[in-house]
């Protein structure tokens, strides 16, 4: 009897408390990983890259609140929101525990793009017109210890809504979303000052097209082959390339993917000679991506090298597999009182992160904050041909 309490007692210790703003594929994928990966033991475990990060699982998040404004998810359990339209991910798990998280209504801000209205009622945001509620009163009600924030492209004022919501909370974020939070040095302050972490900003999907296009850069100039030119067309079919049809919404995503692959050169393109960002939404893709690369370059003696290469995906899934692991650095930053931008997750697990690396020295430097071992850095001043210049920006 007595084994059994310290036992429930221990794996209650486990749980990181997560909250979601933004219950669209993305959420779905996570909210369907966490279960899909409870029991799994060996090779089951593949489509993971760290099965236990600090001793925690997948299993070990739990999710405590869940906001967004479409009238078929506010006010419906989370398990059944992340399934509702216009949500068209894969659903590779659809036995989920019943929670008693109910989505709550989330204010809508710039959350929704005009443009939603004249497309059909499965493909597009319809916004559930509710007085919204105190986010930060949410999250404190909520025990919440860290917010996912999946809003739309383009939403600049709902997600800095949001980040204000952890700040007041003192609650950490994992910003998914091309809104410069974590590597704005405002707003990086903003959190060190709360006393909570932040890992930001816009997801890096795990095998997608900026992993992908950064490996090739990095490829070319490793061998000594001169890149002259790129591009990076995308297509999909789901509500974040519908969302970014409306080219305003588009600066900071085309500014995020741009310098995650520029960042990988050892000298920049010019602007003319780079072309990377969404390029149409096709419906029946639903939420598989299509990526196209094109790369020209000169190798020994000039000789002109060309490369094309296209890589189909789940997109929703594969950001998940990246948050899933976000979600439980961020738990061990908390247990360390690490507060501010997490320099190494951010590098290795986010396109815009505070300090870009290349991705095997990420990779290396995140290993290292997850063991809790010193790693030196590269020195600001070794970085300086690849530091980001984002127009606008301090
Ligand atoms: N591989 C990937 O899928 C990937 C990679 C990198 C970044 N991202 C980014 O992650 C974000 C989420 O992607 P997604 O595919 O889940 O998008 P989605 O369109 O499926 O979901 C967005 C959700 O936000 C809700 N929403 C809109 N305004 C809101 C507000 N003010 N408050 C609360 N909720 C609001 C919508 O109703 C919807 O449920 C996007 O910005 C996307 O670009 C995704």
Same mark, same amino acid.
């Not at 703003?21 to 779905?28: E, H, I, R, T």
């Not at 059944?80 to 989920?96: D, H, V």
């Given at each position: 009897?007595?084994?059994?309490?310290?036992?429930?007692?221990?794996s209650?210790?486990?749980?990181?408390?997560?909250?979601?703003a933004? =219950?669209?594929?993305c959420?779905?994928a996570?909210?369907q990983?966490?279960?899909?990966?409870?029991?799994?033991?060996?090779v089951?475990?593949e489509?993971?890259?760290r099965h236990?990060i600090g001793?925690?699982?997948?299993?070990? /998040?739990?999710?405590? *609140?869940?906001?967004?404004?479409d009238?078929?998810?506010?006010?419906?359990?989370?398990?059944e929101?992340i399934?509702a339209?216009?949500?068209?991910?894969?659903?590779?798990?659809?036995?989920?525990?019943?929670?008693?998280? /109910?989505?709550q209504?989330?204010?809508?801000?710039?959350?929704?793009?005009?443009?939603?209205?004249?497309?059909?009622d499965?493909?597009?945001?319809?916004?559930?017109?509710l007085?919204? +509620? #105190?986010?930060?009163? *949410?999250?404190?009600?909520?025990?919440?210890e860290?917010?996912v924030?999946?809003?739309?492209?383009?939403?600049? $004022?709902?997600?800095?809504?949001?980040?204000q919501?952890?700040?007041d909370?003192? /609650?950490?974020?994992?910003?998914?979303?091309? /809104?410069?939070?974590?590597? #704005?040095? +405002?707003?990086?302050?903003?959190?060190?000052d *709360?006393?909570?972490?932040?890992?930001?900003?816009?997801?890096?999907s795990q095998?997608?097209a900026?992993? =992908?296009?950064r490996?090739?850069?990095r490829?070319?100039?490793?061998?000594?082959?001169?890149l002259?030119?790129?591009?990076?067309?995308? +297509?999909?079919?789901?509500?974040?390339?519908?969302?970014m049809?409306?080219?305003?919404?588009?600066k900071?995503?085309?500014?995020?993917?741009?310098e995650?692959?520029?960042?990988?050169?050892?000298e $920049?393109?010019?602007?003319?000679?780079i072309?990377?960002?969404?390029?149409?939404?096709?419906?029946?893709?639903?939420?598989?991506?299509?990526?196209?690369i094109?790369?020209?370059?000169?190798?020994?003696?000039?000789?002109?090298?060309?490369?094309?290469?296209?890589?189909?995906v789940?997109?929703?899934?594969n950001s998940?597999?990246?948050?899933?692991?976000a979600?439980?650095?961020?738990?061990?930053?908390?247990e $360390?009182?690490e507060?501010?931008?997490?320099v190494?997750?951010?590098?290795?697990?986010?396109k815009s992160?505070?300090?870009?690396?290349?991705?095997s020295?990420a990779?290396e430097?995140c290993?290292?904050?997850?063991?809790?071992?010193?790693?030196?850095?590269?020195?600001?001043?070794?970085?300086?041909?690849?530091?980001?210049v984002?127009?606008?920006? +301090?």
């Amino acid at each position: 009897m007595e084994i059994e309490i310290v036992g429930a007692s221990k794996s209650m210790q486990k749980d990181i408390k997560v909250a979601i703003a933004g =219950v669209g594929n993305c959420a779905s994928a996570l909210v369907q990983g966490v279960e899909y990966y409870r029991d799994r033991h060996g090779v089951a475990l593949e489509g993971i890259m760290r099965h236990s990060i600090g001793g925690y699982k997948c299993s070990d /998040v739990e999710f405590v *609140a869940a906001f967004d404004i479409d009238r078929r998810k506010v006010g419906r359990p989370l398990e059944e929101a992340i399934f509702a339209k216009p949500n068209c991910t894969r659903i590779f798990q659809s036995a989920l525990p019943v929670s008693n998280v /109910v989505v709550q209504a989330g204010p809508v801000l710039d959350g929704v793009a005009e443009h939603m209205a004249d497309y059909p009622d499965d493909a597009a945001f319809r916004s559930a017109d509710l007085e919204p +509620t #105190d986010v930060a009163a *949410a999250l404190r009600a909520s025990g919440a210890e860290v917010l996912v924030c999946y809003m739309p492209v383009g939403s600049e $004022r709902a997600v800095k809504h949001y980040a204000q919501a952890c700040l007041d909370a003192r /609650v950490a974020m994992i910003n998914c979303v091309p /809104v410069f939070l974590a590597s #704005d040095h +405002t707003w990086a302050q903003k959190f060190r000052d *709360a006393g909570v972490p932040i890992i930001g900003d816009d997801i890096k999907s795990q095998v997608g097209a900026t992993i =992908v296009h950064r490996a090739l850069a990095r490829l070319f100039a490793d061998r000594g082959v001169g890149l002259d030119r790129t591009y990076q067309l995308n +297509t999909g079919g789901n509500t974040d390339f519908l969302n970014m049809l409306e080219r305003s919404r588009l600066k900071s995503k085309k500014i995020s993917k741009t310098e995650s692959v520029q960042s990988q050169l050892d000298e $920049r393109l010019d602007a003319r000679n780079i072309h990377i960002g969404p390029s149409d939404y096709v419906p029946w893709q639903q939420d598989n991506k299509i990526c196209f690369i094109r790369m020209e370059g000169r190798g020994f003696g000039d000789a002109p090298i060309e490369l094309e290469m296209r890589l189909s995906v789940e997109d929703s899934p594969n950001s998940a597999g990246v948050v899933i692991d976000a979600i439980r650095c961020v738990k061990l930053a908390l247990e $360390r009182g690490e507060a501010g931008p997490l320099v190494a997750p951010s590098a290795y697990y986010m396109k815009s992160p505070p300090r870009q690396f290349r991705d095997s020295v990420a990779l290396e430097a995140c290993n290292a904050f997850i063991d809790g071992r010193n790693f030196d850095l590269p020195a600001e001043a070794a970085l300086d041909a690849n530091v980001i210049v984002r127009p606008g920006r +301090t």
